[in-house]
T-cell receptor, first 115, second 122 residues
């Protein structure tokens, strides 16, 4: 069964600190993995998208890693800011025949950044 | 670039009425749009895939007669919740795929999400 599991479920850190969020997946075959940030009551915003051949990708203070062998990914946030408080969702795209590639969504990690 | 808007951002309606939600790609053309539903503390659930000029493809368990989807142009898709009931209360999110994507980007199936519409049925 195709699944995406994230940990921790929730996390609270102090402003300025770093944190790392984890994502394990069992989606096969694999096309790409993406991390989204979703603020409360808003739609998801893409942070990074990585294909099979990419091990790491950065977007400002966000750095994602991918180990396709162990089927694990992480999202590292450096120098956290209050505005980083949101849900971070790991999403894996599996390959299907034709163009209808569906996304397998994780439940997300709820991050709270306190002053 | 790649901005998707939704209207309204929130709506409250009485049980039995119909509600229409619009999804627009503002600065690109989208042959394909997707409609999702999200319940509190749940992940997004794909409801249907909307293709411009053709019938939408619904996911298993989603009633096509209850959730009417129209994708009349390359920049607009609408979702109509017919005869809404309290259990339809949810956060509805659309996304759009840029028709201009080619080669590697098209294979990635990159989607741009709208801000969502909060539906409350009393």
């Amino acid at each position: 069964k195709n699944q995406v599991e994230q940990s921790p479920q929730s996390l609270i850190i102090l402003e300025g600190k770093n944190c790392t969020l984890q994502c394990n997946y069992t989606v096969s075959p694999f096309s790409n993995l993406r991390w989204y940030k979703q603020d409360t009551g808003r739609g998801p915003v893409s942070l990074t998208i990585m294909t099979f051949s990419e091990n790491t990708k950065s977007n400002g203070r966000y750095t994602a890693t991918l180990d396709a062998d162990t089927k694990q990914s992480s999202l590292h946030i450096t120098a956290s800011q209050l505005s980083d408080s949101a849900s971070y969702i790991c999403v894996v795209s599996g390959e299907h025949a034709g163009n209808n590639r569906k996304l397998i969504w994780g439940l997300g990690t709820s991050l709270g950044v306190n002053p | 670039g790649a901005v998707v808007s939704q209207h309204p951002s929130w709506v409250i309606c009485k049980s039995g009425t119909s509600v229409k939600i619009e999804c627009r790609s503002l600065d690109f053309q989208a042959t394909t749009m997707f409609w999702y539903r999200q319940f509190p503390k749940q992940s997004l659930m794909l409801m249907a895939t909307s293709n411009e000029g053709s019938k939408a493809t619904y996911e298993q368990g989603v009633e096509k007669d209850k959730f009417l989807i129209n994708h009349a142009s390359l920049t607009l898709s609408t979702l109509t919740v017919t005869s809404a009931h309290p259990e339809d209360s949810s956060f509805y999110i659309c996304s759009a795929r840029d028709v201009g994507q080619e080669g590697g980007r098209a294979l990635i199936n990159e989607q741009f999400f709208g801000p969502g519409t909060r539906l409350t049925v009393l």
